[in-house]
């Protein structure tokens, strides 16, 4: 239904029971999985309600509790404004004000999945053998309190309760832009759960599904602007409003508990046996170049996606970015034509309607541009296949990063390693020292050949200088 037609916020239905407890309230979970469970459970029913949770700050329970917890999603095209409804979010908890209830809530056993959009910092992996951090401040209060603040410290912990009171187990279901997203988050629990009990470690390795994904669709964060042009064209104040392009995709491994899941088929979802392919294929050609806009994009003035494609030196990196380098560094999914792929990003980059700011994907480079850039880099690399613009991309993020800093703004840098970060920056006095430090970084590049990139890295990073222009961009690079 369209916003347009009703009154107020108000639920004129009953909630939908609810099925599903969220991690993450943010945008993106709100503009993509939730309006996929709405049309899912108008076309097929289900129990599919959604307990959100939010792990860092009251806002959005605060401004869902005034409206029964709906809200207006609007999809933002050339064509202009059109507004959906969303009504299947039946309650919002705030985790540090009442961790015992986001657990219960976990643990009710008709609760048969528990997702999450907690970013890839929500993960708290770290590097060494373990994916967990166990040295991260939320996973060590975790591992000693029944009462967790971390997204992997509720998943066990609520699992445990489970697991004490022969309650069959939820599906947990990452959505989170992350290689393998689900068995990540499966041996990150099972690390957990270890030091609690190997017969519940057992258990959940037998019992417990972590299907991968491969979420895709552009969110910009909502600004005032958003709200005040959705209330003249509905009539309603919203302020939990979430903008949105036309394009979406969700591609799910079919493994649930029970088989208990909302029926997606028919929205156009895509159940697979392995979602590496499509991951790759969106990680890599999707975020790889949205992280090349965000840091070029950003030192050559640009605020905006739409803005800095339309810059044509950029235009043409981003272009042989994807065709020189990337495509050639994944297997395609089935049937799918990267040249199409590539073509079509292009456009939804373009679209005008959508203020997507670099500066909100410039953030967390740390935990983006492994899975983005260096892993592929690195891949080219030891092919013999060209890696070039990926290092430019490296390139760029250090500048980006030794901009963030300035004397008054010490150690201000947007990213879980910002004081690592921050460190590296102050205790070099060129490039030459500059690239030693970043590569010293371990949790970034401990698991990379990084001396073979070393002089090439310091070469693009004196010819860019402090980088103001994009004439860069145009170098020979063969
Ligand atoms: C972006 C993603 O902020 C970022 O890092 O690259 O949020 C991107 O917009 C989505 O993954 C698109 O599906």
Redesign the pocket.
Known sequence: MSVENCNSLRRTQPQPKTGIVHLGLGA?FRAHAAVYLKEAMALSGGDWGVVGVSLRSSGMRDKLVQQDFLYTAVEMSERGLATQLIDVVTDVLVAYEDPEAVLQAMADKNTCIVSLTVTEKGYCRGSGDAVLDFQHKDIRHDLSSKLPRSGPGFLVRALERRWRNNIRPFTVLSLD?LPSNGQLTQQIVCEFAAKIDVAFLRWIQREVKFPSTM?????PSTTQKLIDRTKVKTGIHDPAVVSHEPFRQLVIEDSFVDNKRPDFSPLGAQLVRNVKPFEDM?LRM??GT??ALAYIGSLAGHETVANAIKEESIEIFIEALWHEEIVKSFEAPPDIDLTKYAKQLKSRYRNPEIC?LLK??AIDGSQ?LPQRIINPLFENLSLGRPYFRLLTVVAAWIRYLQKQLTPENLYDIDDPLSQEITAAILASDDDIGLVAQIFKIDRIFGDYPTHKISNQLISILKRMGRFENTSLLEGNWE
């Not at 979420?215 to 969110?219: E, L, P, S, T």
């Open positions: 993106f832009n979420v895709d669709r552009i969110v969106k999707l975020n949205h992280s997507h909100q994907i983006k």
